[in-house]
């Protein structure tokens, strides 16, 4: 399975926009990006996904770097409520496993 | 709603009990999957299955052992629990089939305690 390299940890201002980077050089030509999130005592949550264009939809954005070599998942406006651990994985089209990485934990202040 | 259910929430047993971890989803996936979660080591893939009767070791299965005899329940056995299986249980499923275009869900997680 192509492995994700994640920062360990970020911190945010709520309100401002939030860049969680993620690495993935050894990418293959059908695998999907995917991000989850875990909250605090919760179990993942699906957030978004993409293959090569960059995606949108009411929770965030995904950048798809053009080599696909790396991605960004973008909160627009982060508040207190996105503090939690953010994964990035990568999904073969036909693949049943999904294998999580350490993650990110994203702190916000106020 | 959705929806993939974990039996119970929270669990304590004893060292050397057999002990049955149960998940049930209600949207109609092939795949169904168990993780543990242990602080500083992420969520770690025990098992997963693509069909009833069919299983398929993930990167941590030894100790445990699952069973799916129906398509919506898939259950992790913890055959003589241990100490060391501790932990935060979470189960998960998706649709089988191009999953690279689909997400999975999750359900709300087993602490289980072994003393």
């Known amino acids: 399975d192509a492995k994700t390299t994640q920062p360990n940890s970020m911190e945010s201002n709520e309100e401002e926009p939030v860049h969680l980077p993620c690495n993935h050089s050894t990418i293959s030509g059908t695998d999907y990006i995917h991000w989850y999130r875990q909250l605090p005592s919760q179990g993942p949550e699906y957030v978004i996904h993409?293959?090569?264009s960059n995606v949108n939809n009411r929770m965030a954005s995904l950048a798809i770097a053009e080599d696909r070599k790396s991605s960004t998942l973008i909160l627009h406006r982060a508040t207190l409520r996105d503090a939690a651990v953010y994964y990035c994985i990568l999904r073969g089209e036909y693949g049943n496993k999904l294998v999580f990485g350490a993650g990110t934990i994203l702190r916000v202040k106020s | 709603d959705v929806k993939v259910t974990q039996s119970s929430r929270y669990l304590v047993k004893r060292t050397g009990e057999k002990v049955f971890l149960e998940c049930v989803q209600d949207?109609?996936?092939?795949?169904m999957f168990w993780y543990r979660q242990d602080p500083g080591l992420g969520l770690r893939l025990i098992y997963f299955?693509?069909?009833?009767?069919?299983?398929e070791k993930g990167d941590i299965p030894e100790g445990y052992s699952v069973s799916r005899e129906k398509k919506e329940r898939f259950s992790l056995i913890l055959e003589s629990a241990s100490t060391n299986q501790t932990s935060m249980y979470l189960c998960a499923s998706s649709f089988f089939g191009r999953v690279g275009n689909t997400e999975a869900f999750f359900g709300q997680g087993t602490r289980l305690t072994v003393v």
């Open positions: 993409g293959l090569t």
């Open positions: 299955s693509y069909d009833v009767k069919m299983k």
């Open positions: 949207m109609d996936h092939e795949n």
